[in-house]
Protein backbone atom coordinates (compact mmCIF):
# COMPACT_ATOMS: atom_id res chain seq x y z
CA UNK A 1 0.00 0.00 0.00
CA UNK A 2 1.64 3.39 -0.88
CA UNK A 3 -0.74 5.30 0.95
CA UNK A 4 -2.47 7.46 -1.70
CA UNK A 5 -5.97 6.97 -1.96
CA UNK A 6 -8.00 7.34 -4.89
CA UNK A 7 -12.29 6.93 -5.58
CA UNK A 8 -13.78 5.59 -7.23
CA UNK A 9 -11.85 2.50 -8.24
CA UNK A 10 -13.69 2.61 -11.11
CA UNK A 11 -16.47 4.53 -12.91
CA UNK A 12 -18.49 4.10 -16.12
CA UNK A 13 -20.05 7.07 -17.69
CA UNK A 14 -21.69 8.63 -21.04
CA UNK A 15 -20.31 10.37 -23.53
CA UNK A 16 -21.09 13.75 -23.03
CA UNK A 17 -21.09 13.43 -18.81
CA UNK A 18 -18.43 14.74 -16.41
CA UNK A 19 -16.93 13.15 -13.54
CA UNK A 20 -14.65 13.97 -10.72
CA UNK A 21 -12.12 11.91 -9.67
CA UNK A 22 -10.65 11.90 -6.05
CA UNK A 23 -7.39 11.65 -4.76
CA UNK A 24 -5.72 11.86 -1.06
CA UNK A 25 -1.45 12.11 -1.16
CA UNK A 26 0.43 10.12 1.82
CA UNK A 27 -0.04 11.85 4.85
CA UNK A 28 2.56 14.16 4.85
CA UNK A 29 3.17 15.02 1.09
CA UNK A 30 2.57 18.54 -0.21
CA UNK A 31 2.86 17.68 -3.86
CA UNK A 32 0.19 15.69 -6.41
CA UNK A 33 0.25 14.71 -9.48
CA UNK A 34 -2.26 13.16 -11.88
CA UNK A 35 -1.27 10.97 -15.09
CA UNK A 36 -3.54 9.08 -17.46
CA UNK A 37 -2.47 5.78 -18.93
CA UNK A 38 -4.35 4.77 -21.79
CA UNK A 39 -3.26 1.51 -24.08
CA UNK A 40 -2.18 3.65 -27.09
CA UNK A 41 -0.88 7.00 -25.74
CA UNK A 42 1.26 5.25 -22.39
CA UNK A 43 1.60 6.90 -19.23
CA UNK A 44 0.69 10.88 -19.69
CA UNK A 45 1.62 13.74 -16.99
CA UNK A 46 -1.58 15.75 -16.88
CA UNK A 47 -0.69 18.56 -14.01
CA UNK A 48 0.52 19.08 -10.76
CA UNK A 49 -0.44 20.65 -7.46
CA UNK A 50 1.89 21.79 -4.36
CA UNK A 51 0.66 22.94 -1.56
CA UNK A 52 -2.67 24.31 -3.37
CA UNK A 53 -0.84 25.85 -6.01
CA UNK A 54 -0.50 24.38 -9.33
CA UNK A 55 3.05 23.69 -10.33
CA UNK A 56 3.30 22.52 -13.63
CA UNK A 57 0.95 21.83 -16.49
CA UNK A 58 1.62 18.85 -18.37
CA UNK A 59 -0.82 17.36 -22.17
CA UNK A 60 -3.92 18.32 -20.08
CA UNK A 61 -7.04 18.83 -22.35
CA UNK A 62 -9.00 22.14 -21.91
CA UNK A 63 -12.02 20.48 -20.84
CA UNK A 64 -10.17 19.04 -17.99
CA UNK A 65 -9.73 20.37 -14.72
CA UNK A 66 -7.93 19.85 -10.93
CA UNK A 67 -7.38 21.69 -7.77
CA UNK A 68 -6.03 20.95 -4.42
CA UNK A 69 -7.47 21.76 -1.65
CA UNK A 70 -6.17 23.50 1.58
CA UNK A 71 -6.59 19.39 3.40
CA UNK A 72 -4.16 18.28 0.27
CA UNK A 73 -6.51 16.14 -1.34
CA UNK A 74 -6.97 17.10 -4.99
CA UNK A 75 -9.85 16.44 -7.37
CA UNK A 76 -9.59 16.17 -11.12
CA UNK A 77 -12.66 16.85 -13.21
CA UNK A 78 -13.63 15.32 -16.40
CA UNK A 79 -15.90 17.19 -19.14
CA UNK A 80 -17.66 16.52 -22.13
CA UNK A 81 -16.65 13.59 -21.75
CA UNK A 82 -15.34 11.47 -24.90
CA UNK A 83 -14.72 7.67 -25.84
CA UNK A 84 -11.37 8.64 -26.09
CA UNK A 85 -11.04 9.63 -22.15
CA UNK A 86 -11.73 5.91 -21.41
CA UNK A 87 -8.44 5.53 -19.40
CA UNK A 88 -6.82 4.65 -15.85
CA UNK A 89 -6.05 7.84 -14.15
CA UNK A 90 -3.46 7.70 -11.78
CA UNK A 91 -2.50 10.25 -8.80
CA UNK A 92 0.78 10.54 -7.23
CA UNK A 93 1.90 12.46 -4.60
CA UNK A 94 5.54 13.35 -3.02
CA UNK A 95 6.65 15.35 -0.17
CA UNK A 96 7.86 18.88 -2.31
CA UNK A 97 8.08 19.65 -6.13
CA UNK A 98 11.81 19.64 -6.21
CA UNK A 99 14.41 16.96 -7.37
CA UNK A 100 17.15 15.60 -4.89
CA UNK A 101 16.11 11.74 -4.72
CA UNK A 102 11.91 12.92 -4.21
CA UNK A 103 10.12 10.09 -5.13
CA UNK A 104 6.53 9.98 -6.24
CA UNK A 105 4.34 6.90 -4.87
CA UNK A 106 1.66 6.00 -7.52
CA UNK A 107 -2.29 5.44 -5.98
CA UNK A 108 -4.37 2.43 -7.47
CA UNK A 109 -5.65 4.54 -10.15
CA UNK A 110 -9.40 5.22 -11.17
CA UNK A 111 -10.40 3.24 -14.46
CA UNK A 112 -12.92 5.18 -16.32
CA UNK A 113 -15.13 3.66 -19.15
CA UNK A 114 -17.26 6.00 -21.10
CA UNK A 115 -19.50 4.28 -23.57
CA UNK B 1 12.89 19.26 -22.69
CA UNK B 2 13.34 15.80 -21.26
CA UNK B 3 12.73 12.37 -22.99
CA UNK B 4 12.15 9.29 -22.45
CA UNK B 5 13.19 6.17 -24.56
CA UNK B 6 12.36 2.58 -23.46
CA UNK B 7 12.95 0.75 -27.87
CA UNK B 8 11.47 -2.48 -26.92
CA UNK B 9 7.47 -2.74 -26.40
CA UNK B 10 7.91 -6.21 -25.52
CA UNK B 11 10.44 -8.09 -24.33
CA UNK B 12 10.01 -12.26 -24.00
CA UNK B 13 12.75 -13.75 -22.20
CA UNK B 14 13.24 -17.72 -20.92
CA UNK B 15 13.43 -18.24 -17.03
CA UNK B 16 16.69 -18.50 -15.80
CA UNK B 17 17.80 -15.92 -18.95
CA UNK B 18 19.77 -12.73 -18.22
CA UNK B 19 17.79 -9.60 -18.63
CA UNK B 20 18.18 -5.95 -19.84
CA UNK B 21 15.64 -3.40 -20.40
CA UNK B 22 16.92 -0.72 -22.03
CA UNK B 23 16.10 3.10 -21.43
CA UNK B 24 17.36 6.09 -22.90
CA UNK B 25 16.51 9.47 -21.75
CA UNK B 26 17.46 13.29 -23.22
CA UNK B 27 17.83 15.87 -20.60
CA UNK B 28 19.94 18.75 -20.35
CA UNK B 29 20.84 19.04 -16.74
CA UNK B 30 21.57 16.56 -13.87
CA UNK B 31 18.71 13.70 -14.39
CA UNK B 32 17.09 11.88 -11.80
CA UNK B 33 16.06 8.37 -13.17
CA UNK B 34 13.67 5.79 -11.54
CA UNK B 35 12.53 2.19 -12.93
CA UNK B 36 9.10 1.96 -12.29
CA UNK B 37 7.07 -1.44 -12.11
CA UNK B 38 3.25 -1.88 -12.78
CA UNK B 39 1.84 -5.60 -12.69
CA UNK B 40 -1.36 -6.27 -14.56
CA UNK B 41 -2.86 -2.45 -14.56
CA UNK B 42 -2.22 -2.03 -10.78
CA UNK B 43 -0.31 0.86 -9.30
CA UNK B 44 2.75 1.92 -10.51
CA UNK B 45 5.40 0.82 -7.92
CA UNK B 46 8.59 2.46 -7.48
CA UNK B 47 11.54 -0.49 -8.36
CA UNK B 48 14.85 1.27 -7.32
CA UNK B 49 16.04 5.33 -8.41
CA UNK B 50 19.30 5.87 -9.53
CA UNK B 51 20.85 8.07 -6.51
CA UNK B 52 20.23 5.05 -4.11
CA UNK B 53 22.04 2.79 -6.03
CA UNK B 54 20.12 -0.22 -4.37
CA UNK B 55 19.33 -3.90 -5.75
CA UNK B 56 15.35 -4.30 -5.59
CA UNK B 57 14.47 -7.82 -6.31
CA UNK B 58 17.40 -9.19 -7.86
CA UNK B 59 17.33 -5.96 -10.45
CA UNK B 60 19.74 -3.46 -10.70
CA UNK B 61 20.05 -0.05 -12.98
CA UNK B 62 23.43 2.10 -13.40
CA UNK B 63 23.51 5.40 -15.35
CA UNK B 64 25.91 6.28 -17.77
CA UNK B 65 25.89 9.45 -18.44
CA UNK B 66 28.08 9.32 -21.70
CA UNK B 67 25.66 7.00 -23.02
CA UNK B 68 22.51 8.86 -21.25
CA UNK B 69 21.31 5.58 -20.39
CA UNK B 70 19.98 4.09 -17.76
CA UNK B 71 19.32 0.51 -18.23
CA UNK B 72 17.68 -2.69 -16.18
CA UNK B 73 19.08 -5.48 -15.63
CA UNK B 74 18.83 -8.93 -13.76
CA UNK B 75 20.99 -12.12 -13.92
CA UNK B 76 18.42 -14.79 -13.81
CA UNK B 77 14.74 -13.92 -14.99
CA UNK B 78 11.64 -15.01 -12.83
CA UNK B 79 8.07 -15.66 -13.54
CA UNK B 80 7.23 -13.36 -11.33
CA UNK B 81 8.98 -10.61 -13.06
CA UNK B 82 6.44 -10.91 -15.68
CA UNK B 83 5.38 -7.16 -15.65
CA UNK B 84 5.13 -3.55 -17.61
CA UNK B 85 8.39 -2.06 -16.80
CA UNK B 86 8.84 1.99 -16.99
CA UNK B 87 11.78 4.37 -17.07
CA UNK B 88 11.13 7.56 -15.71
CA UNK B 89 13.06 10.56 -15.11
CA UNK B 90 13.19 13.69 -12.87
CA UNK B 91 13.92 16.92 -14.35
CA UNK B 92 13.01 20.16 -13.98
CA UNK B 93 10.25 21.60 -15.72
CA UNK B 94 10.63 25.53 -15.29
CA UNK B 95 9.69 27.87 -12.58
CA UNK B 96 11.50 25.63 -10.20
CA UNK B 97 9.06 23.01 -10.10
CA UNK B 98 9.67 19.20 -10.91
CA UNK B 99 8.20 16.62 -13.21
CA UNK B 100 8.62 12.88 -13.70
CA UNK B 101 8.54 11.99 -17.12
CA UNK B 102 7.81 8.47 -18.03
CA UNK B 103 9.13 5.97 -20.98
CA UNK B 104 6.20 4.43 -22.68
CA UNK B 105 7.26 1.23 -20.79
CA UNK B 106 8.01 -2.09 -21.78
CA UNK B 107 6.42 -5.53 -21.04
CA UNK B 108 8.53 -7.96 -19.99
CA UNK B 109 7.25 -11.61 -20.51
CA UNK B 110 9.49 -14.12 -18.51
CA UNK B 111 9.11 -17.89 -20.09
CA UNK B 112 8.54 -20.87 -18.29
Known amino acids: DSGVTQTPKHLITATGQRVTLRCSPRSGDLSVYWYQQSLDQGLQFLIQYYNGEERAKGNILERFSAQQFPDLHSELNLSSLELGDSALYFC??????????????FGEGSWLTVV | AQRVTQPEKLLSVFKGAPVELKCNYSYSGSPELFWYVQYSRQRLQLLLR??SRESIKGFTADLNKGETSFHLKKPFAQEEDSAMYYCALSGRSGAGSYQLTFGKGTKLSVIP
Open chain 1, 92 to 105: ASSVAPRGGGNTIY
Open chain 2, 50 to 51: HI
